[in-house]
């Protein structure tokens, strides 16, 4: 059996090349309208090599429409996504893909009867870089890269300790494991950027907290720039290097879970929520609590 590899030497195509204090994605002025609404109005931002940046609000605050706008799902009427140096808008959601964006789904987006090894295939499938005939006839080209294929799947699998469930049918699998398999099948697409849509969404306590430690791995062992869109304010604060947030689509705040936690245009934006939207400050101070006393271990 093969040797089980640390994330970044199987997923190698996942680094990026940038130089010095230059963002991996620049976000500049984006606007989306629907009718009259407007759902993102004038959204600038940028994300480094490695850096995990949060985008919370509000329900309807428009997070979902950045990150349409960001994935191709929609195109902005105004603004400028530039992703390693080029041009993002306008392209088509495979395009973007290609390109080396993932986004994990809010509902995941898996093949309920097709086995959790095939799925992260699936997820494989820009990479594979040979032709049809080859395919079909398992030679020369299609067969080695079949099998580095299979050897990357196979490592994520491991990462994700999902090893258990590999040959089992994503459809028969706990909420939990399946959106690790999500996050799997991102990752098998080797991206420069990893989009997060409510990764937590729906988990319990310790699904919440295996779900964190691999972001944290994600971003540790490769260097990933990645965003998340999550209401869970706990693991925001936590995890979060950088948080915009955005209320009725305009961005009222940018910073660290610090600064972003004690903005009273922020704490107003949520407290508007009603008696149930989250304690921000009660949330940074507890991650902070965290933070400290993990370094002090
Ligand atoms: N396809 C669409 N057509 C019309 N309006 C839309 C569409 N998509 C989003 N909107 C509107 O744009 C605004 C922002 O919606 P969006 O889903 O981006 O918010 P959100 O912050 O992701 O909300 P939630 O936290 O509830 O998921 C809302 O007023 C929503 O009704």
């Not at 699998?157 to 706990?174: N, Q, S, T, W």
Request: aromatic share 6%; charged share 25%.
């Amino acid at each position: 059996m093969a040797q089980i590899r640390p994330l970044s030497e199987a997923l190698t195509g996942t680094s990026v090349d940038v130089p010095a204090g230059q963002p991996v994605l620049q976000v500049d002025d984006l606007v989306l309208r629907f009718g009259g609404t407007t759902a993102v109005g004038g959204v600038s931002f940028d994300v480094q090599r490695g850096e995990l940046f949060a985008v919370i609000g509000p329900n309807g605050a428009g997070k979902t429409s950045i990150f349409n706008c960001l994935s191709g799902v929609y195109r902005p009427q105004e603004g400028r996504v530039r992703f390693l140096g080029e041009d993002l808008l306008g392209l088509k959601p495979d395009v973007v893909a290609d390109r080396g964006v993932a986004r994990m789904f809010q509902n995941i987006e898996l093949f309920d009867n097709l086995t959790v090894l095939d799925n992260l295939m699936l997820g494989r499938h820009q990479h594979v870089g040979y032709g049809m005939l080859a395919g079909m006839l398992w030679v020369g080209r299609a067969k080695r890269a079949e099998l580095d294929n299979r050897r990357i799947v196979e490592d994520i699998i491991d990462f994700l300790e999902i090893e258990a469930f590999r040959k089992l049918p994503v459809g028969m699998l706990p909420y939990g494991v399946k959106k690790r398999v999500e996050l799997g099948r991102a990752l098998a697409m080797e991206p420069k950027l990893l989009l997060l849509d409510e990764p937590v969404a729906g988990m319990n306590v310790e699904e919440t907290e295996d779900m964190a430690r691999f972001i944290l791995d994600i971003r540790t062992e490769l260097e990933l720039a990645m965003i998340m869109v999550e209401h869970d304010m706990g693991l925001v604060m936590d995890l979060a290097d950088r948080i915009l947030v955005v209320d009725f689509g305009k961005p009222i705040a940018l910073g660290t879970p610090d600064v972003v936690s004690n903005d009273p245009e922020v704490i107003r934006a949520y407290l508007g929520e009603g008696d149930d939207g989250p304690d921000l400050q009660t949330e940074a101070a507890t991650a902070a609590a965290v933070t400290t006393e993990e370094a002090g271990r």
